[in-house]
Structures are given as structure tokens and as C-alpha cells.
């Protein structure tokens, strides 16, 4: 088994990226984000301070329980998701999930996809951005306030909007 586990958010840049980095090293992918809050109940204890409530998504499972296989086997866990509070939230729940410590896990960034980048990440890891994290569970936690409220003012359910064009006529 690798000594190095190297986790990122696609199958894709799995493959391209464990090319780059040998045999002591497995890239396996989380295929995005493992966890959400709670279906049943709100999700968010606003009695205490807005906590929100999480759970693996059931479609991640499997991906969970051959994640933390692999972690037990390795010496050293490497969180490669996205330089954004999205990617920044995925590792953060891959590290809580999979039970990881500071002793065995880095966070590693690069904005392409080339050896030498990949490399100069391993070279200068990082500690999850707890700011970026909290940034995210917020934006979570108001979608699921604001959603929660419209549908009982309303009685109409919605999706969330991720982008809203404005153009002025």
C-alpha cells in the first residue's frame, strides 16, 4: 500500500495527477461533497449559535468506507481539493469524516494540473482555512433559513440559485 494518500474532488484529475506522482503515492477522488445537512429536521440548531448538523450524502458511502481503508493504510493523507470555500468545505469534511489528525493530514493547492505544479504543492502544504469553512457553512446555513421560511410562508418549494444575470434594458 502507498504511503501517501492524496485525495482530490474528480476522477478525473485522480488519474492525471497519480501519474505524476509515482508509486508512493494512491489519488483517489471524494467526488465532491461528501456531506450536507440533515434531510430530517432542520439541519441548523438555532438555539445554539446556528450549529448546523451534518450527514454523508447515502450516495457517498461507499466512497467514505474505501476512503477510510485507504486512510488507515497510509502515513501521510493529502486534502487536494479547490482553492474556493466550496473545495475548502470538502476537504474540512473529508478530515472530520475519515476521523484524520494534524499529524497525518496536509492540504495541498495548485491551480493547474501540470507535474511541476502538483510537485510544488506537495513541497508547500497547508492547514485547512477554518475561515473559508465557516464562509461556506454559513452560505449553507442561510440557504437552508431562507428556503425553510419561503416554503412555509409560501407553501412552494424551490432550487437554489447560483447565479443571478442582471442586465440593465
Known amino acids: 500500500m502507498a504511503k501517501n494518500l492524496v485525495i482530490v474532488e474528480s476522477p478525473a484529475k485522480a488519474k492525471t495527477i497519480e501519474g505524476f506522482l509515482g508509486k508512493d503515492f494512491t489519488v483517489k477522488s471524494s467526488f465532491g461533497h461528501i456531506r450536507d445537512l440533515v434531510k430530517k429536521g432542520f439541519g441548523v440548531d438555532i438555539e445554539n449559535n446556528f450549529t ?57 493547492v495548485f491551480h493547474e494540473i501540470t507535474k511541476p505544479a502538483i510537485l510544488k504543492a506537495i513541497e508547500n502544504p497547508r492547514e485547512i482555512d477554518i475561515n473559508l469553512v465557516n464562509a461556506q457553512q454559513a452560505r449553507r446555513v442561510l440557504d437552508r433559513l431562507v428556503v425553510l421560511n419561503y416554503h412555509l410562508f409560501y407553501g412552494v418549494k424551490f432550487v437554489r440559485v447560483y447565479r443571478l444575470d442582471v442586465y440593465n434594458q
Open 52 to 108: 448546523p448538523t451534518y450527514e454523508v450524502q447515502p450516495d457517498k458511502e461507499k466512497v467514505i468506507a474505501e476512503l477510510k481503508k485507504l486512510t488507515k493504510g497510509a502515513d501521510m493523507v493529502w486534502l487536494a481539493s479547490d482553492e474556493d470555500r466550496e473545495g475548502e468545505a470538502i476537504s474540512w469534511h473529508l478530515y472530520e469524516t475519515l476521523g484524520l489528525t494534524k499529524a497525518n493530514t496536509k492540504r495541498i
